[in-house]
Protein backbone atom coordinates (compact mmCIF):
# COMPACT_ATOMS: atom_id res chain seq x y z
CA UNK A 1 0.00 0.00 0.00
CA UNK A 2 1.02 3.51 -0.74
CA UNK A 3 0.87 6.52 1.76
CA UNK A 4 2.04 10.21 1.57
CA UNK A 5 3.26 12.79 4.71
CA UNK A 6 3.04 16.40 4.08
CA UNK A 7 5.37 17.48 6.62
CA UNK A 8 4.02 20.85 7.47
CA UNK A 9 0.23 21.27 8.24
CA UNK A 10 1.17 25.09 8.12
CA UNK A 11 3.18 27.46 6.09
CA UNK A 12 3.53 31.25 6.52
CA UNK A 13 5.25 33.24 4.02
CA UNK A 14 5.14 37.29 3.00
CA UNK A 15 3.86 38.12 -0.51
CA UNK A 16 6.87 38.00 -3.35
CA UNK A 17 8.67 35.66 -1.16
CA UNK A 18 9.50 32.01 -1.90
CA UNK A 19 6.97 28.96 -1.03
CA UNK A 20 8.24 25.12 -0.27
CA UNK A 21 5.39 22.94 0.71
CA UNK A 22 7.23 19.42 1.44
CA UNK A 23 5.75 16.15 0.81
CA UNK A 24 7.44 12.13 0.97
CA UNK A 25 5.74 9.38 -0.19
CA UNK A 26 5.96 5.76 0.01
CA UNK A 27 4.69 3.21 -2.66
CA UNK A 28 5.59 -0.61 -4.14
CA UNK A 29 5.30 0.50 -7.30
CA UNK A 30 6.47 3.35 -9.62
CA UNK A 31 4.29 6.20 -8.46
CA UNK A 32 2.14 8.67 -10.31
CA UNK A 33 1.98 11.83 -7.81
CA UNK A 34 0.17 15.16 -7.89
CA UNK A 35 -0.49 18.48 -6.06
CA UNK A 36 -3.92 19.60 -5.73
CA UNK A 37 -5.41 22.99 -4.33
CA UNK A 38 -8.27 23.62 -2.25
CA UNK A 39 -9.55 27.28 -1.40
CA UNK A 40 -11.89 27.05 1.38
CA UNK A 41 -15.52 24.91 0.75
CA UNK A 42 -14.66 24.31 -2.80
CA UNK A 43 -13.37 20.78 -4.74
CA UNK A 44 -10.05 20.60 -5.36
CA UNK A 45 -8.35 21.61 -7.94
CA UNK A 46 -5.35 19.93 -10.20
CA UNK A 47 -1.88 22.08 -9.92
CA UNK A 48 0.61 19.14 -11.91
CA UNK A 49 1.67 15.44 -11.45
CA UNK A 50 4.18 13.66 -12.31
CA UNK A 51 3.98 9.96 -14.07
CA UNK A 52 7.30 8.77 -15.14
CA UNK A 53 8.49 11.33 -17.68
CA UNK A 54 10.35 14.44 -16.57
CA UNK A 55 11.63 14.97 -12.77
CA UNK A 56 10.86 18.70 -12.66
CA UNK A 57 7.35 18.87 -13.13
CA UNK A 58 5.62 22.59 -13.75
CA UNK A 59 2.15 23.36 -13.06
CA UNK A 60 -0.34 26.25 -13.10
CA UNK A 61 0.16 29.35 -11.27
CA UNK A 62 3.64 29.37 -11.46
CA UNK A 63 4.18 26.21 -8.60
CA UNK A 64 6.73 23.15 -9.76
CA UNK A 65 7.95 20.08 -8.08
CA UNK A 66 10.67 17.74 -8.08
CA UNK A 67 10.52 14.23 -7.83
CA UNK A 68 13.54 12.64 -6.18
CA UNK A 69 13.09 9.00 -6.14
CA UNK A 70 16.38 8.42 -3.81
CA UNK A 71 14.69 10.94 -1.15
CA UNK A 72 10.97 9.47 -1.89
CA UNK A 73 10.09 13.49 -2.00
CA UNK A 74 8.08 15.38 -4.48
CA UNK A 75 7.91 18.75 -2.72
CA UNK A 76 6.11 21.72 -4.42
CA UNK A 77 7.80 25.03 -4.90
CA UNK A 78 6.82 28.59 -6.33
CA UNK A 79 9.54 31.68 -6.33
CA UNK A 80 6.93 34.02 -5.08
CA UNK A 81 4.20 33.72 -3.36
CA UNK A 82 0.71 35.68 -3.98
CA UNK A 83 -1.81 36.49 -2.04
CA UNK A 84 -4.27 34.34 -4.30
CA UNK A 85 -2.09 31.15 -3.22
CA UNK A 86 -3.18 31.02 0.09
CA UNK A 87 -5.49 27.75 0.50
CA UNK A 88 -4.83 24.55 1.00
CA UNK A 89 -2.41 22.17 -0.86
CA UNK A 90 -2.58 18.39 -1.07
CA UNK A 91 -0.08 15.76 -2.01
CA UNK A 92 -1.71 12.73 -3.38
CA UNK A 93 0.05 9.17 -4.65
CA UNK A 94 -1.99 6.77 -7.12
CA UNK A 95 -1.39 3.15 -6.78
CA UNK A 96 -2.37 -0.16 -6.37
CA UNK A 97 -4.96 -1.35 -3.50
CA UNK A 98 -6.01 -5.11 -3.66
CA UNK A 99 -5.90 -4.56 -7.55
CA UNK A 100 -7.64 -1.23 -7.83
CA UNK A 101 -5.94 1.99 -8.49
CA UNK A 102 -6.71 4.35 -6.02
CA UNK A 103 -5.31 7.64 -4.72
CA UNK A 104 -4.19 8.25 -1.35
CA UNK A 105 -4.40 11.96 -0.38
CA UNK A 106 -1.58 13.63 2.82
CA UNK A 107 -3.37 15.50 4.87
CA UNK A 108 -2.58 19.21 3.97
CA UNK A 109 -0.55 22.19 4.54
CA UNK A 110 -2.40 25.46 4.63
CA UNK A 111 -0.55 28.44 3.16
CA UNK A 112 -0.74 31.65 5.07
CA UNK A 113 0.44 34.28 2.40
CA UNK A 114 0.77 38.12 4.61
CA UNK A 115 0.93 41.03 3.03
CA UNK B 1 -19.08 22.47 -20.34
CA UNK B 2 -17.95 18.96 -18.87
CA UNK B 3 -17.28 18.42 -15.43
CA UNK B 4 -18.62 16.79 -12.17
CA UNK B 5 -21.67 17.91 -10.34
CA UNK B 6 -22.20 17.29 -6.94
CA UNK B 7 -25.67 18.49 -5.37
CA UNK B 8 -26.90 19.94 -3.02
CA UNK B 9 -24.44 22.32 -2.12
CA UNK B 10 -25.34 22.17 1.73
CA UNK B 11 -27.78 19.59 3.38
CA UNK B 12 -28.78 19.24 6.58
CA UNK B 13 -30.33 16.16 8.04
CA UNK B 14 -32.02 14.74 11.42
CA UNK B 15 -29.89 12.34 13.74
CA UNK B 16 -31.60 8.84 12.26
CA UNK B 17 -32.53 9.27 8.79
CA UNK B 18 -30.94 8.23 5.75
CA UNK B 19 -29.94 10.83 3.29
CA UNK B 20 -28.30 10.71 -0.56
CA UNK B 21 -25.67 12.96 -1.80
CA UNK B 22 -25.83 13.27 -5.56
CA UNK B 23 -22.73 12.73 -7.99
CA UNK B 24 -22.98 13.36 -12.02
CA UNK B 25 -19.79 13.20 -14.68
CA UNK B 26 -20.25 14.10 -18.15
CA UNK B 27 -16.28 13.29 -18.87
CA UNK B 28 -16.86 9.91 -19.43
CA UNK B 29 -14.32 8.72 -17.31
CA UNK B 30 -14.34 4.76 -16.12
CA UNK B 31 -13.65 5.50 -12.07
CA UNK B 32 -15.57 7.71 -9.59
CA UNK B 33 -14.80 7.96 -6.27
CA UNK B 34 -16.18 9.26 -2.93
CA UNK B 35 -14.22 10.98 -0.26
CA UNK B 36 -14.17 12.26 3.11
CA UNK B 37 -12.94 15.25 4.42
CA UNK B 38 -12.45 16.88 7.97
CA UNK B 39 -10.37 19.65 9.12
CA UNK B 40 -6.76 18.29 9.46
CA UNK B 41 -7.28 14.89 7.78
CA UNK B 42 -7.13 15.40 4.55
CA UNK B 43 -9.36 13.52 2.17
CA UNK B 44 -10.62 9.95 3.56
CA UNK B 45 -11.89 7.36 0.89
CA UNK B 46 -15.33 6.27 1.42
CA UNK B 47 -15.82 4.35 -1.95
CA UNK B 48 -14.81 4.00 -5.49
CA UNK B 49 -15.65 2.33 -8.45
CA UNK B 50 -14.06 1.19 -11.73
CA UNK B 51 -16.57 0.68 -14.00
CA UNK B 52 -20.39 0.07 -14.07
CA UNK B 53 -21.96 -2.29 -11.30
CA UNK B 54 -18.59 -2.79 -9.56
CA UNK B 55 -17.46 -0.67 -6.47
CA UNK B 56 -15.07 -1.72 -3.94
CA UNK B 57 -15.08 -0.30 0.03
CA UNK B 58 -12.37 2.72 0.68
CA UNK B 59 -11.02 3.01 4.28
CA UNK B 60 -14.12 4.15 6.23
CA UNK B 61 -17.23 2.98 4.24
CA UNK B 62 -19.00 1.92 7.16
CA UNK B 63 -22.44 3.28 7.74
CA UNK B 64 -22.05 4.74 3.99
CA UNK B 65 -23.31 2.87 0.77
CA UNK B 66 -23.20 3.62 -3.07
CA UNK B 67 -24.92 2.56 -6.24
CA UNK B 68 -22.98 2.50 -9.77
CA UNK B 69 -25.79 2.09 -12.24
CA UNK B 70 -25.06 4.45 -14.72
CA UNK B 71 -21.27 4.99 -15.78
CA UNK B 72 -22.26 9.03 -15.39
CA UNK B 73 -23.91 8.59 -11.93
CA UNK B 74 -22.42 7.33 -8.96
CA UNK B 75 -24.45 8.39 -5.71
CA UNK B 76 -23.39 8.02 -2.20
CA UNK B 77 -25.98 7.44 0.57
CA UNK B 78 -25.39 8.08 4.35
CA UNK B 79 -27.23 5.36 6.33
CA UNK B 80 -28.28 6.57 10.31
CA UNK B 81 -25.46 3.87 11.24
CA UNK B 82 -22.58 6.49 10.42
CA UNK B 83 -21.90 7.42 13.80
CA UNK B 84 -20.49 11.17 12.51
CA UNK B 85 -21.56 12.16 9.29
CA UNK B 86 -21.46 15.75 9.75
CA UNK B 87 -18.46 16.51 7.20
CA UNK B 88 -17.17 17.80 3.75
CA UNK B 89 -18.15 15.26 0.56
CA UNK B 90 -15.91 15.12 -2.37
CA UNK B 91 -16.50 12.69 -5.41
CA UNK B 92 -14.28 12.51 -7.84
CA UNK B 93 -13.79 10.58 -11.08
CA UNK B 94 -10.57 9.51 -13.40
CA UNK B 95 -10.38 8.34 -16.94
CA UNK B 96 -8.21 5.21 -16.24
CA UNK B 97 -4.74 4.23 -14.18
CA UNK B 98 -2.42 6.49 -13.82
CA UNK B 99 -4.27 9.78 -14.49
CA UNK B 100 -5.30 12.52 -11.86
CA UNK B 101 -8.92 12.53 -10.68
CA UNK B 102 -11.21 15.98 -11.16
CA UNK B 103 -13.11 16.81 -8.67
CA UNK B 104 -16.38 18.05 -7.81
CA UNK B 105 -17.39 21.07 -5.87
CA UNK B 106 -18.45 19.19 -2.80
CA UNK B 107 -21.01 18.62 -0.72
CA UNK B 108 -21.50 19.71 3.27
CA UNK B 109 -23.59 17.78 5.28
CA UNK B 110 -24.66 18.71 8.84
CA UNK B 111 -26.41 16.82 11.29
CA UNK B 112 -28.95 18.46 13.22
Redesign the interface.
Known sequence: AQSVTQLD?HVSVSEGTPVLLRCNYSSSYSP?L?W?VQHP??????LL?Y?SAATLVKGINGFEAEFKKSETSFHLTKPSAHMSDAAEY?CVV?GMN?G?????????TMLLVSP | DGG?TQSPKYLFRKEGQNVTLSCEQNLNHD?M?W?RQDP??????IY?S?IVNDF?K?DIAEGYSVSREKKESFPLTVTSAQKNPTA?Y?C?S?RE??????????T?LTVV
Do not use: C, P, V
Request: proline share 0%; no cysteine.
Open positions: SSFYNKGLQLKTFRSYSTLTFGKG | IAYYGQGLRLYQQGFLASRGTEAFFGQGR
